[in-house]
Structures are given as C-alpha cells and as structure tokens.
C-alpha cells in the first residue's frame, strides 16, 4: 500500500510504496535522489577524515625524526669542538719541538752551503753540461724532419738541396706559415733504403717555437701526413728521448 510523504531535504511530495522508502521518520523521509546525495557526501567526508589522519601521523613521525637529527648534529657540533682544541694542542707541542731542535739558517748556509758550490763541483757540474753537447753546436733555431721524401743519388748535389729547399717551403705553406731559411740539409750517409732525416736552420728560435706548436697539423695534409717535425736534438739527448718513449711508442698514433 502506497502513501504519500515529503522529502526532509527537497521538500517535494512523493507516493511510493513502503518498501521504497530509505529513510522514514513517522511521515518524512528522504527520497531515492537525496538519499544517494547524503550517502556520496557521507563517504567523501569518512575519506577526508581518514586522509587527515593519515597525514597527522606522517607529520608526527617527521617531527620525531627531526628531533633526533637535531640531536646527532648537537653530538657532532661537540666532537668537532673536541677535535679542534686537541689540533691545537698538538699544534702547539709541534711547533715548541721545531723551535727547540731547529738550527738557525745561517748556521745551516754556512755549514752545508759551503761545500755545496765550492769550486771543484761547479767545475765539475759544467764539464757534464758540456759533454752532453760534444758538437758545441747551436741548434736554438734547427728544425729535425722526418721522412721527408729524398731524391735518388749517390752525392748530394746543388739541385737535390734546392729540391730539399722547396720541399720544407711546401710544409711551411701547409702550416700557414712564411718563414726565411737560414739552411737546409740532410743529416747521415745516403743510402738507397731509407731517407735521411733533414735539418732546417730558421731564423728565429720564436719562428722553430710556432712550427713545433703545429707539427701535429701535418697529419691531416694530403701529401706530408707521413713527415714528422721535431726540435734538434744531439745523440745523447736523443737516445735519452728514446728510452723514455719507447714503453709508450704503442699508444702514441
């Protein structure tokens, strides 16, 4: 049996049977559409309130933490003030040793020195600077090339140093450079299986210094990728230079 009741929320006048009704206080009661509105806003709210606990809790457990990193910088702040005072106390007791076992410096000057640069090892020291240039040449403006192509021959001529000449000038024109060229020359016998290397003499020690700065250019020419440039150096400091790169010669390119 149906009868006709108002919603508590809209206020409008329904007849529905009695086992449709949802909620039912004598003669008022909540529709089917109020109903499901209050039961969503019902949820939504049990979520917040779960959520907002939720989240106190999180920022409870943060404060804890907090509080204990707080705690462990305190200890640390003191060990580091501990570390300190005992650094300076050992500073202390170093510096007292020194001043009490240390010699004055002329003390040291005049007993160590003396001996040091006396006439006999200055003399000596020189004739071993000496002995490493047994030439006595100078070589500040020299320029050593590498397999740089030869002209075939028994004798070096007029017109193979004139042949060398130009060569060196085609390498210059290679590294963007115009420079004047004191000398040129082979160095060692000639023989038919290898090329000789050659010295360029230049002007200035500053003109060597720019080409030596470029010699890793030729590389990348077309016709001297194969030569090398280098400084000129006497047999002894070659053969030094040689047995410091030999261990590396297979990791230079």
Not at 124 to 138: E, G, S
Request: with cysteine.
């Amino acid at each position: 049996m149906s009868q006709k009741m108002n919603c508590l929320l809209c206020k409008t006048a329904k007849t529905e049977f009695p086992a449709d009704v949802n909620i039912a206080r004598g003669l008022t009661w909540l529709c089917s559409y109020c109903f499901t509105k209050v039961r969503t806003n019902q949820f939504r709210t049990n979520l917040a309130e779960e959520t907002e606990k939720e989240h106190s809790k999180v920022v409870r457990d943060l404060e804890k933490e907090l509080l204990n990193c707080q705690k462990q910088v305190i200890d640390l702040q003191k060990k580091v003030i501990e570390l300190q005072d005992e650094g300076l106390s050992a500073a202390k007791a170093v510096s007292d040793t020194v001043k009490s076992e240390m010699k004055t410096f002329s003390s040291v000057i005049s007993t160590n020195c003396a001996a040091a640069v006396s006439p006999s090892k200055l003399q000596a020291a020189f004739k071993k600077t000496i002995a490493l240039t047994p030439d006595n040449v100078d070589r500040s403006c020299n320029l050593m090339i590498f397999n740089l192509e030869e002209e075939k021959g028994s004798v070096d001529t007029a017109a193979t140093v004139e042949e060398d000449r130009k060569a060196v000038e085609k390498i210059l024109e290679e590294l963007n450079e115009k420079m004047k060229l004191t000398d040129v020359k082979r160095v060692g016998a000639k023989s038919e299986k290898k090329t000789r290397p050659m010295i360029a003499t230049l002007s200035s020690r500053e003109n060597l210094l720019t080409l030596l700065k470029k010699a890793r250019e030729l590389k990348k020419t077309k016709n001297f990728h194969s030569v090398y440039i280098g400084p000129d150096r006497t047999f002894e400091e070659r053969k030094i230079e040689r047995g410091v790169l030999s261990p590396y010669s297979a990791l230079i390119p």
